[in-house]
């Protein structure tokens, strides 16, 4: 073992001291399950979402005391704060730890896609996001405890290409909880702004593609979409993020967590705040293709 790896000390608390119960969205897949799984093996209760809770039955049978599927689309909002406020109930009127982690990509040209893809896109990923929060945090407050964490993505500093609904969605969500970190200061309560960098998983299968099969293909997309795919096989597995948000959470500080390879969690963040932005836009141009 490295001997620097000896001095530090082991994190020997478990997060259900901290946590007793969570809510997570999106845990059928990805970060969300990788999450949620992190949270089972460390004895937190979780209610974990899918839009279908078939996807969810492997984690119901093996966890049946400790994991309950919510079926949640952040489509319907009106739904999906329903089902939250159901959850939020049987778990005793207020969750310790809230995720707001489900979301999805769509892949086209602002301009030939149509409007309607962009704006329910915004509408699931960050006013649905924020309408769960908005009860979360009410029952929060009331018991004068607990954690939300909003995940974001790099893309707030390093918006992807062609996936301009995505990169609102995020920059919006960041915004959002910098805003509540000012808000709960001096509460019992924490707000985490997580920025993943790229991860292993169905993300970019999952993806819309939002042009018509008939368009003709563009070779700045093609490029676009093979750096991003390029990318994200070669990222690291979703276990390493749920490491990353199991310390960020044993920390119960609010602020901004990084996750992710050192390049997209350590350096980029630092070209992204001291690069002129000239330079900036060059070099992810040419890191995307384009
Ligand atoms: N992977 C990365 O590199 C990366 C990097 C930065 C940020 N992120 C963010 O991390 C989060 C998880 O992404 P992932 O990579 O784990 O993707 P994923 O493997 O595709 O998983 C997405 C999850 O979100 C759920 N979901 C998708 N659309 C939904 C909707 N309309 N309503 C409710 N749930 C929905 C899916 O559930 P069902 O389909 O089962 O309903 C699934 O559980 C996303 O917010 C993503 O933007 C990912």
Not at 67 to 92: E, I
Not at 142 to 162: D, K, M
Not at 175 to 202: C, M, N
């Amino acid at each position: 073992m490295n001997r620097l790896a000896c001095l530090l000390p082991v994190p020997s608390q478990r997060l259900a001291d901290l946590y007793r119960t969570a809510f997570v969205t999106g845990a059928s897949a990805g970060l969300g399950r990788a999450f949620t799984e992190m949270l089972l093996a460390e004895g937190v209760r979780v209610w974990g979402t899918a839009r279908d809770t078939g996807r969810l039955a492997e984690m119901a049978s093996t966890h049946p005391a400790q994991f309950t599927p919510v079926v949640l689309d952040l489509a319907d909002t009106t739904a999906a704060v329903g089902a939250f406020q159901r959850a939020q109930q049987s778990a005793g009127g207020a969750f310790d730890l809230v995720i707001n982690n489900a979301g999805y990509g769509v892949f086209g040209r602002f301009e030939t896609t149509e409007f309607a893809v962009w704006e329910a896109q915004v509408r699931a990923m960050l006013g649905a996001s924020m309408q769960l929060a908005h009860v979360a945090l009410a029952a929060m407050r009331q018991a004068n405890r607990g954690c939300l964490v909003n995940v974001a993505s790099l893309a707030v500093e390093f918006p992807l290409p062609f996936m301009s609904g995505y990169n609102v969605a995020k920059a919006g969500l960041a915004a959002f909880s910098e805003s509540l970190v000012i808000e709960t200061k001096g509460s019992g309560i924490t707000v985490i702004d997580l920025r993943p960098g790229d991860f292993r998983t169905d993300f970019n299968q999952s993806m819309q593609t939002a042009s018509a099969s008939s368009a003709p293909r563009e070779p700045m997309l093609d490029r676009s979409w093979t750096a991003l795919d390029a990318n994200l096989r070669a990222a690291p597995p979703p276990a390493a993020a749920a490491a990353g948000l199991r310390r960020a959470l044993l920390r119960r500080r609010s602020g901004t967590v990084r996750l992710g390879s050192f390049f997209q969690a350590r350096l980029a963040p630092l070209g992204a705040a001291w690069l002129p932005a000239g330079l900036r836009r060059a070099l992810a141009c040419r890191y995307f293709g384009i």
